[in-house]
């Protein structure tokens, strides 16, 4: 198939960037989304035109390093990863759309790499159980009721692609901060830390410049490991109870 | 029969003695190596001996020795995170933009601990037992016995920390049997095991980050090792962003950058796997052992085009109940599977083998995919002039277990199947294909994880030492874990109880050296300005290592190989075409520099192939088979650990800046067991 490619290109984060039009011809409807664009890169590089930079990793949708804004839409029209949208989703002659993901709190590095560091810094305020190596008991020595074990995986499978904030209109990272006070928070070793967990990861939220949550939702019809909306309710419980307790 | 000796000091088997010389020409014949650091004694004494043998450092030391880290998976975020709890200033570098997206985070299936939850015979001596067998007596015995000492630790330190395994109706943990062991000792989350231990080390190394033990550099690539007076004293790193190329001294370097599958340019490895840091540090004298040793996992995703950039992989828990077959005549390898009727259909395995059908071990069931496609008889698409895909067929499941059945097992596979190649196999009979998957060679390390380059140590998949010839499925989880949790942080010390050593300046000779050596590198990749791209030369290194030195290999191919690669070298370092500058984030640069050392690797991995005229685990060499074409391993003239050191050309590519790659030394560590004695497979 044909198609008609928008891209959005920026030479660095002070740069100003621009929309540029790109014409691509004999995209096979087997190709993953990625390699439509590699394709492209291969024929910018061989014009003389700089290739395009975009994340990339694993390219089977859990190490959670891609992520395009693509007509719009944060990983495109279906529920999955950049890496795992193909081309058959699309159709000859589509006119197509890709930008970096956009929030205040993820700048620009260079055409669609955005900076996500932030996500690491939340995790650093509390997005863990302290156990030191080595002085762990032996593993069956506390059951996990199986029902929280399983929420607590289901949450744990958050690949931090920072979809939830793209689609987000207030660029709030609810989502993911959920995810990981709900991981931690249904297992019996996350309990010690739970108030201090969801006060000092909400404060370096809004510290980023990430913004408030107003229920919206569109971050978990974004999500592609589909979290749902409600560990936003039990990140507003955690906090509304380690206020209680003081916090 | 040779008796196995308690006592640990007579072995059961002889240094073998090499007759064959199929290298002879390509390789120069070096010194025998020995591991100064192998323990001795009783077997299960060996590792708490260690323990105890090596130095302390105290406690108000620790902060003033600096301990650089390369890569964040499993190996080296563990190994981050638990030197960083220990106090002391650890600097950890990933090239990725987070060290969370390590590709740790991609395994499914699971991890192996002797925990014998299952009181079902299980212990640490018989997960030892399997995976000395699994690697088909390549490993040394008691780094192994090491690992299954450490792997119910493991489990305790990851529970401890978070990680949701799978559990029981009474809370308890759940355990699976894995890759074909007759024990259930695997622990697993869904299919995602990987990425939760993954996440799990990830938040101990962020933890520490935030405490200030460690600093963390992503978006950073190491070039070179800084060596001063022999010994591993820092790295030149790239600032991805920036382009800056930046030193960093340390005390201690440890590399745990993952895996070389990627020199096959099609794997189930991430697109940014690559070995530079591990070759960078082969070529300051760091030896590279058993290099030819490549697991090729037989169920992956096909291959569906020229533009395919990655592979898939689908759990191999899909043999159990899909069958695999190829049309017996070539005329229907066009047809719709389904009008293709049941005595055209070869279910080739369950003919050739029996007993154990479509379950036999990987390396088997990806040679005879090969060998079917060979013959023409393959199905899919055509990639170049074969179809290269074999059935994998669900109908008589689904008619056993009900669709509801099947999809109650393996949902998610068959939705990502259907997702990357839009077809239905509740409909129509899955494609599969063998993929490059894990590598079991790597640098040589010493029991205590060093390298031959004093104060360089090597964890995880980028070192040799655990899986042989040969990985047991769920075993690569633990190695990671097991070195950067328990060992490393066990031996590391008896090193740094010498330290801190002498500060090096970023204006020592060594350092400025080193430092110019990397620009000047990146400054020729910008300079040649000919007509080719760095991917494709690497497709194109890719096939050959697939068509000669991947599931097949024989001297003749090998040798076509090892020509065709070094015309590819010539042809790279002339004719390559990167755009973009080096002081801004490039990622052509970044791929060129890559493929340039996968470019020596290739070389080296089929010289070490040629050397190996013999079958064991992952490698099979045409030439030593049974008269069933099974692998036949040769113990009297292999039994050892292929060792080689790098030597720089006589007659340089004036192309190249650092010198071009020359005649490689063999260096021989014979592989002597006390614990155990050394059988043949058998899987008829």
């Known amino acids: 198939m044909k198609l008609t490619l928008k891209i959005w290109r920026q030479a660095d984060a002070q740069a100003r960037g621009e929309m540029r039009t790109y014409q691509l011809d004999g995209v096979s409807e087997d190709m993953s989304f990625l390699e439509m664009l590699d394709v492209l890169n291969e024929q910018l590089n061989a014009s003389g035109e700089e290739p395009v930079a975009f994340d990339s990793d694993c390219r089977e949708g859990i190490c959670g390093t891609c992520g395009l804004m693509i007509n719009g839409q944060a990983h495109g029209p279906e529920v999955t990863t950049t890496c795992q949208l193909h081309m058959r ?35 650093q305020q509390g997005g863990f159980i302290s156990a030191n190596t080595g002085s762990a008991p032996e593993a069956n020595s506390v059951p996990v009721p199986r029902d929280k074990a399983l929420r607590s995986f289901n949450m744990a499978t958050c690949i931090g692609c920072g979809a939830c904030v793209a689609a987000c209109p207030n660029g709030s990272a609810s989502l993911f901060m959920g995810a ?32 408030g949550c107003t229920n919206i939702g569109e971050c978990t019809a974004a999500c592609p490991k589909e979290i749902p909306l409600d560990v936003i309710s039990q990140l507003n419980k955690d906090l509304r109870t380690a206020l209680k307790h003081g916090h | 029969m040779a008796m196995t000796d308690p006592s640990g000091t007579v072995p059961t088997n002889k240094p073998s003695v090499q007759v064959s010389d199929d290298a002879a ?75 969370r997206r390590a590709h740790s985070i991609a395994a499914q299936g699971g991890i192996n601990a002797a925990k014998n939850y299952k009181e079902d015979g299980d212990s640490v001596h018989r997960l030892f037992y399997d995976t000395v067998k699994g690697g088909d007596y390549r490993s040394r015995e008691s780094n192994v016995y090491r690992l299954a000492e450490v792997s119910a630790n493991i489990i305790d330190q990851c529970v401890a920390q978070g990680v949701p395994f ?62 001063v007076d022999g010994k591993a004293r820092g790295i030149i790193a790239r600032d991805m962003v920036t382009g800056a190329v930046e030193t960093h001294t340390a ?56 533009h395919q950039s990655k592979l898939t992989l689908m759990s191999e828990s899909l043999r159990n109940d899909g069958r695999i077959w190829v049309p ?111 590598v079991m060679g790597g640098l040589w390390v010493d029991y205590d994880l060093q390298s031959n380059v004093p104060g360089l140590f090597v964890s995880g998949e980028a070192n040799f030492s655990d899986h042989g010839a040969n990985r047991l499925g769920a075993s690569a989880l633990m190695q990671g874990l097991a070195d950067g949790y328990f060992v490393l942080p066990n031996t590391i010390r008896e090193y740094l109880a010498d330290g801190p050593f002498e500060a090096i300046g970023d204006d020592h000779p060594d350092v400025v050296a080193a430092r110019e050596s990397v620009q000047g590198r990146i400054d020729r990749f910008l300079a040649i300005n000919g007509e080719r791209s760095a991917d494709s030369y690497h497709k194109e290194l890719g096939n050959l290592m697939w068509e000669y030195c991947g599931m097949e290999r024989t001297a003749e191919g090998l040798r076509k190989a090892i020509d065709g690669i070094r015309e590819l070298k010539r042809d790279f ?77 006589v007659e340089n590519d004036p192309n190249e800046p650092q010198g071009s790659m020359g005649t490689p030394v063999l260096h021989k560590e014979d592989l002597l067991y006390t614990a155990i004695e050394m059988k043949q497979r058998s899987y008829k």
């Open chain 1, 89 to 123: 989703t699309f159709s000859d002659g589509d006119e197509i759309t890709i930008e970096p993901w956009r929030a205040d709190a993820f700048p620009v590095v260079k055409d669609l790499i955005v900076d996500r560091g932030a996500f690491d810094r939340i995790i």
């Open chain 1, 180 to 211: 990981k006070i709900t991981h931690l928070g249904e297992l019996p070793q996350g309990q010690p830390e739970r108030d201090t967990r969801v006060v000092n990861m909400v404060a370096q939220h809004d510290h980023e410049g990430f913004g």
């Open chain 2, 25 to 99: 020409g390509y390789y120069t014949p070096g010194e025998p190596l020995v591991d100064p650091r192998t323990p001795t004694g009783p077997i299960a004494t060996r590792w708490t001996n260690r323990k105890f043998e090596n130095r302390l450092v105290n406690p108000a030391n620790r902060r003033k020795l600096t301990v650089i880290i390369v890569g964040t998976g499993l190996a080296g975020g563990a190994a981050a995170a638990t030197l960083g709890e220990a106090g002391y200033n650890v600097k950890s570098f990933c090239y990725q933009d987070s060290p």
């Open chain 2, 166 to 227: 799978a559990r029981e109706y009474g809370g308890l943990l759940d355990n699976r049997s894995f890759g074909g062991v007759q024990v259930s000792r695997t622990f697993y989350a869904r299919g995602q095991t990987g990425q939760q231990l993954l996440i799990g080390a990830y938040q101990a190394l962020e933890r520490q980050v935030a405490a200030g033990t460690v600093s963390m550099y992503t978006r950073h690539e190491m070039l070179d090792l800084i060596t």
């Open chain 2, 251 to 306: 005390d201690v370097v440890v590399i745990a950058s993952g895996g070389y599958g990627n020199v096959f340019y099609l794997s189930t490895n991430a697109m940014g796997s690559n070995v530079t840091a591990a070759w960078r540090a082969h070529r300051k004298g760091a030896l590279m052992a058993n290099p030819c040793y490549t697991q090729i996992h037989p169920t992956c995703i096909p291959v569906s085009g020229d």
């Open chain 2, 328 to 438: 017996k005549n070539k005329e229907d390898c066009d047809k719709d599977p389904r009008d293709i009727p049941e005595e055209d259909r070869d279910y080739y395995l369950e003919r050739i083998y029996p007993s154990f059908g479509n379950l036999v071990p990987r390396d088997i069931a990806s040679r005879q995919a090969k060998n079917v496609c060979d013959e023409g008889r393959g199905v899919g698409p055509m990639v170049g002039d074969f179809r290269r895909g074999v059935y994998l067929d669900f109908s008589d499941a689904i008619a056993r277990l009900g669709k509801k059945g099947i999809e109650a097992k393996y949902d998610n596979l068959f939705d990502m199947y259907e997702r990357i190649t839009g077809e239905n196999p509740y409909e129509v009979p899955m494609r599969i294909y063998p993929a490059v998957h894990y």
């Open chain 2, 573 to 649: 370092w002339s004719n390559l075409k990167v755009l973009g500058t080096a002081d801004s984030l490039n990622q052509s640069l970044e791929k060129a520099g890559r493929v340039a050392d996968f470019l020596e690797l290739g070389e080296l991995m089929c010289i070490d192939a040629l050397n190996r005229r013999e079958s064991c685990g992952g490698h099979f060499r045409a030439e030593s088979q049974t008269e069933d074409g099974e692998a036949l391993r040769i113990d009297e003239e292999f039994a050892y650990v292929a060792a080689w050191e790098f030597t720089p050309a």
